[in-house]
């Protein structure tokens, strides 16, 4: 076919524009279809045309039609598609307009659809724009509404609703009205009544189709089941946000909704007080009567704990046994007290629990805003810190935040509290400090010394906790972490491609005297699998002097399972070295009380140059603690000490950056 001499004006169409040869064959498309359909448009010609154009020659062979005079196609577009006969002249063909750029298809037949529709996993019909009637619909949508028969012919709200009117989501909206209205796809989410589960959740979403006129005349309504999606989404909100026990808000929530009404207060500069409460005793009624009463006990209070409050309260579970208490817009002097008093009266009443009588109490601490606290954290902490004061006056009481107090008992008990919950929410951990061989420097072991991070307190050292981990038993259950966290962590550094280093590890006096403490070592050093030679258990003078004969039984039990031991803070106690003999001792820890001192005091270097030739010659190993200087480290080093410890090495440090040091270390002797 000769190029028209229309050749300029055919590319300068601004519509889309095809020229056909006699057969109905795409030829050359025009700037406009380029632009329409690039794919299609190569500089070899056209290719991948939309496969509705297929039909093009099928279509202009059963029309008649004169030069010059435009026909109209019915094709699957959704405007007509004009096809004009070019004169003989002009070499034959046609010239094909498109109605405009964004053609648009009409739905295939009806059959087309049906197909179309059943391949679909969702439900599926397709509604009459006009009449909102359903006109096809698959097999799944069919069967999820089975019980309301055949839809066809139905509005979707009647079968998918029950309703006479077109259902809407919960803002109102209906996806299907939406998409006839503007033409566009809506989306909605629905629930709609269910037998079995009460209700399932939908997501709508209504694509609109155009019919021949290019108005939306039909559309595609699909429902996805989102039932299970959102539930478990709701539960993940649920645990993040709420108590599992109780269904109160947890912690997390509190704070926020806290933030919530602090930011109101100080708008309106009303009064909110914050109350902490604490169950008296409740780990012995948990070790008594079993945690089931325990949890029972729990639920009960916090039903009690809502009988007493105002609807505007929030109430949160934000401990084992603490709950908190959000007083807002306090009127009257004395209100936050009054409330403090009824929940006193009311909880102290005996529950019920399984036909047994259990009786408990609570301690509880007030804070205001402003005057107490001006943010969430700091309410909180006073207002548990007015708990403790109330615990301190004899329990079963409310006190309000006062920093006039007893602050000794109050510090003592709040650790203790603190101490309560610490393994299970992390906050304990391990540092790491070198013992180095004296006579070259190399890294042989680590001294593993527990950590506290207190949310409120920051750092406690371990010389303030342990004591208080000690009296209140709790260092059994710290002492067995500490003993599994170090050994797991020195199996981890030797897979890490270090070298086996030997672990000191403290035990307190309480750990020592608590039966069942071979087996835990046992089992420990089975779990992890570490070698128990390069385990080394701490142990004081003290420890092993109160019942020599059971000591040494008992270290002789340790001593089997292979571990090493040592005495720490050598010379501060009994410091009879003749009588340590008697235990099957590995190694003695000079304490860094001597060591202070070696270059100032005569005494401290006779002691420790004694300590060391003394503790050679009953073929005890030494380590000498809380090393400095340089000086101290040349004495020690002339007097034949086995190992250092001490900052002048290495402080105590992460596990992380105690491996890093030593692989410096290692590098650095690699190079000399
Ligand atoms: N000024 C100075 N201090 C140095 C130097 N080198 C080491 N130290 C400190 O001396 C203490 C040595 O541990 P310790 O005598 O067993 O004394 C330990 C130990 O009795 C106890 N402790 C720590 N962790 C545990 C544990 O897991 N269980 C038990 N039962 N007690 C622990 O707490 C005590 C104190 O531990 P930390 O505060 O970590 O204090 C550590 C360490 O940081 C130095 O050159 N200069």
């Known amino acids: 076919m000769s190029q028209p001499a229309t050749e300029t004006t055919f590319d300068w169409l601004p519509l889309p524009a095809l020229l056909l040869d006699v057969r109905g064959r795409p030829v050359a498309g025009n700037r406009r279809f380029g632009e329409c359909f690039p794919d299609a448009c190569r500089d070899d010609g056209l290719a991948g045309l939309p496969s509705w154009l297929e039909k093009l020659p099928e279509e202009l062979a059963a029309r008649v039609a004169l030069p010059g005079q435009p026909v109209s196609l019915q094709l699957p577009v959704a405007d007509p598609v004009l096809a004009c006969r070019l004169p003989d002249e002009a070499g034959g063909g046609w010239l094909l307009l498109l109605p405009d750029e964004n053609v648009r298809f009409t739905p295939a037949s009806d059959a087309d659809i049906t197909t179309l529709l059943e391949g679909l996993p969702d439900p599926v019909c397709v509604i009459e724009a006009k009449t909102l009637r359903i006109v096809h619909a698959n097999q799944v949508f069919r069967e999820a509404f089975a019980e309301k028969g055949d839809p066809i012919g139905c509005t979707c709200h009647e079968i998918t609703h029950d309703s006479v009117f077109p259902c809407a989501d919960a803002r109102g909206h209906c996806a299907v009205r939406r998409a006839i209205g503007t033409g566009q796809r809506a989306r909605a989410e629905h629930v709609h009544p269910d037998d079995v589960c009460g209700e399932r959740f939908f997501e709508a979403i209504a694509q609109p189709l155009a019919g021949s006129g290019g108005r939306v005349d039909k559309v595609l309504y699909c429902l996805r089941d989102v039932t299970e999606a959102r539930r478990s989404r709701e539960e993940i909100r649920q645990l993040s946000n709420y108590d599992p026990l109780t269904g109160l808000p947890n912690r997390v929530l509190f704070v926020k909704r806290l933030g919530t009404v602090l930011e109101r207060a100080s708008l309106e500069r009303s009064r909110v007080a914050v109350m902490f409460l604490d169950l008296d005793r409740f780990k012995s009624i948990n070790d008594t009567l079993g945690h089931n009463i325990g949890d029972m006990l729990l639920l009960g209070m916090s039903g009690r704990l809502g009988e007493c409050l105002r609807r505007v309260d929030v109430v949160a579970r934000v401990g084992g046994d603490e709950f908190v208490v959000i007083l807002p817009d306090l009127k009257a002097e004395g209100e936050a007290e009054a409330v403090a008093e009824r929940c006193l009266a009311r909880l102290a009443e005996a529950f019920d629990i399984e036909g047994q009588?259990?009786?408990?109490?609570?301690?509880?601490?007030?804070?205001?805003?402003?005057?107490?606290?001006?943010?969430?954290?700091?309410?909180?902490?006073?207002?548990?810190?007015?708990?403790?004061?109330?615990?301190?006056?004899?329990?079963?009481?409310?006190?309000?935040?006062?920093?006039?107090?007893?602050?000794?008992?109050?510090?003592?008990?709040?650790?203790?509290?603190?101490?309560?919950?610490?393994?299970?929410?992390?906050?304990?951990?391990?540092?790491?400090?070198?013992?180095?061989?004296?006579?070259?420097?190399?890294?042989?072991?680590?001294?593993?010394?527990?950590?506290?991070?207190?949310?409120?307190?920051?750092?406690?050292?371990?010389?303030?906790?342990?004591?208080?981990?000690?009296?209140?038993?709790?260092?059994?259950?710290?002492?067995?972490?500490?003993?599994?966290?170090?050994?797991?962590?020195?199996?981890?550094?030797?897979?890490?491609?270090?070298?086996?280093?030997?672990?000191?590890?403290?035990?307190?006096?309480?750990?020592?005297?608590?039966?069942?403490?071979?087996?835990?070592?046992?089992?420990?050093?089975?779990?992890?699998?570490?070698?128990?030679?390069?385990?080394?258990?701490?142990?004081?003078?003290?420890?092993?002097?109160?019942?020599?004969?059971?000591?040494?039984?008992?270290?002789?039990?340790?001593?089997?399972?292979?571990?090493?031991?040592?005495?720490?803070?050598?010379?501060?106690?009994?410091?009879?070295?003749?009588?340590?003999?008697?235990?099957?001792?590995?190694?003695?820890?000079?304490?860094?009380?001597?060591?202070?001192?070696?270059?100032?005091?005569?005494?401290?270097?006779?002691?420790?140059?004694?300590?060391?030739?003394?503790?050679?010659?009953?073929?005890?190993?030494?380590?000498a603690e809380g090393v400095e200087t340089e000086g101290q480290l040349a004495f020690l080093r002339e007097r034949g000490c086995d190992e250092i410890q001490g900052y002048y090495f290495g402080k105590p440090m992460s596990a992380e950056d105690f491996s890093a040091c030593l692989r410096r270390q290692m590098a650095a002797a690699d190079r000399i």
């Open 357 to 623: 009588e259990v009786f408990s109490t609570v301690s509880i601490g007030l804070a205001y805003f402003p005057d107490d606290g001006q943010d969430e954290e700091s309410l909180l902490k006073n207002a548990e810190f007015a708990m403790y004061q109330a615990k301190e006056k004899g329990r079963n009481t409310w006190q309000r935040f006062s920093l006039e107090t007893n602050a000794g008992a109050v510090e003592r008990l709040v650790l203790e509290t603190g101490l309560r919950h610490a393994l299970e929410r992390q906050e304990i951990f391990l540092h790491f400090q070198p013992q180095v061989r004296t006579v070259d420097g190399v890294w042989v072991g680590a001294e593993a010394l527990c950590r506290w991070r207190h949310p409120y307190l920051g750092q406690v050292p371990p010389v303030k906790f342990i004591p208080v981990a000690e009296e209140c038993g709790l260092i059994t259950e710290i002492g067995a972490w500490v003993l599994a966290e170090a050994c797991r962590q020195g199996v981890a550094w030797q897979r890490q491609g270090l070298p086996a280093l030997h672990i000191g590890i403290n035990l307190s006096a309480r750990q020592f005297a608590t039966p069942g403490l071979v087996e835990s070592v046992e089992s420990i050093l089975r779990q992890t699998g570490i070698d128990p030679r390069l385990v080394e258990l701490e142990l004081t003078e003290s420890m092993l002097m109160d019942d020599a004969a059971g000591a040494a039984e008992l270290l002789h039990r340790l001593r089997r399972l292979g571990v090493r031991l040592a005495i720490d803070d050598f010379g501060t106690g009994y410091s009879s070295l003749s009588y340590l003999k008697h235990f099957p001792i590995d190694r003695v820890k000079i304490d860094r009380s001597f060591i202070k001192d070696l270059e100032t005091d005569p005494d401290s270097a006779a002691i420790a140059g004694a300590i060391i030739a003394m503790s050679h010659s009953l073929g005890l190993a030494v380590v």
